[in-house]
């Protein structure tokens, strides 16, 4: 082969390899470029996903924070409302110690109207109803008063004697109270005898013998009764009828209780006495005397006044 022809062909050659060259270049470029684009396909898309992910774990992160806030509102309010209840609670409790207070410092004044001071009739009711109840523990249920004045700030005692068919009480004014007959010395205010008989004549026999014979006496009108009158030494007897009572009132002249008579006679005539089929009403100068039959019995009912002997002798029972 000539020169020329080898040159040519070996040009041809290298022409040949140079080409190859260039295209293996080109493919590796390209294949590299293709690498590249993958590359940063895959780096756009980690970093899209990364990015997406991102935000939603600060999607997350809000509304945890959100959450957080909502919860933390919420329990800030029902810690206010709370708050707000166990204020109205206190407030309600302070309320209900102040008025328990108020009660306690008015307690006093509750209790002072409960435990106040009996008033005197009702002490002395008390102890007439003390005194009836031990009589009534020794003779049983019998007869007796069961109302009686007591002056202010003196105390009801009691004696009695007899037995149940024929007693004698008498109620007095002591110092102290005392037991039934205990006290020697209180003042006699108000007694009550009865006495039994074998029948109601027999008691009506008895009792008439309180009544004054009026025969031969002169006559007076006096308060507008018509009075028998008998007169000597001094005293003086007004005696009259009123239904089935007989009245007598003594005076004297001596000590001047004659110069009311007229006064005495109307008040006798006036008072109260209690239903029966014959009573006598004694009127002295220290007292009064009220006796009535009911049955076989014969009550005598003795005081230091007419209107206390008359409010006794209407309680017996």
Do not use: C
């Amino acid at each position: 082969m000539r020169l020329w022809e080898k040159i040519a062909v070996t040009g041809g050659i290298l022409a040949t390899l140079a080409a190859g060259t260039m295209v293996a270049n080109k493919v590796t470029t390209d294949k590299q470029s293709s690498e590249f684009t993958i590359s940063e396909v895959k780096k756009s898309s980690s970093s899209k996903v990364s990015k997406n992910s991102s935000q939603k774990e600060k999607s997350k992160e809000t509304s945890n924070q959100v959450s957080s806030q909502v919860s933390s509102s919420q329990a800030n309010s029902s810690q206010a409302n709370s708050s707000q209840i166990s204020s109205s609670q206190v407030n309600t409790n302070t309320s209900a110690k102040t008025a328990s207070s108020s009660s306690v410092a008015q307690g006093p004044a509750v209790s002072s109207q409960v435990q106040a001071p009996k008033p005197a009739e009702t002490l002395a009711q008390d102890r007439l109803s003390q005194n009836n109840l031990a009589i009534s523990q020794i003779y049983g249920d019998i007869p007796l008063i069961r109302n009686i004045d007591v002056p202010s700030g003196r105390i009801l005692n009691a004696s009695i004697n007899g037995d149940r068919n024929d007693y004698s009480v008498t109620y007095g004014l002591g110092s102290i109270a005392t037991e039934l007959n205990a006290d020697p010395n209180f003042v006699p205010l108000v007694s009550l005898s009865v006495t039994t008989y074998g029948s109601a004549s027999e008691a009506q026999a008895n009792l008439q013998a309180n009544v004054i014979d009026t025969t031969g006496l002169p006559v007076e009108n006096i308060a507008g009764q018509t009075v028998s009158v008998d007169a000597g030494a001094g005293q003086r007897y007004y005696s009259w009828q009123t239904g089935n009572w007989y009245a007598n009132v003594h005076t004297s002249v001596v000590d001047g209780s004659d110069a009311n008579v007229a006064e005495k006679i109307q008040a006798v005539a006036n008072v109260t006495k209690p239903q029966t089929s014959l009573g006598v009403v004694d009127y002295m100068a220290n007292g009064a005397k009220l006796s009535w039959q009911e049955g076989s019995q014969v009550y005598h009912v003795t005081a230091d006044s007419l209107a206390q002997a008359s409010q006794a002798a209407m309680s017996v029972k």
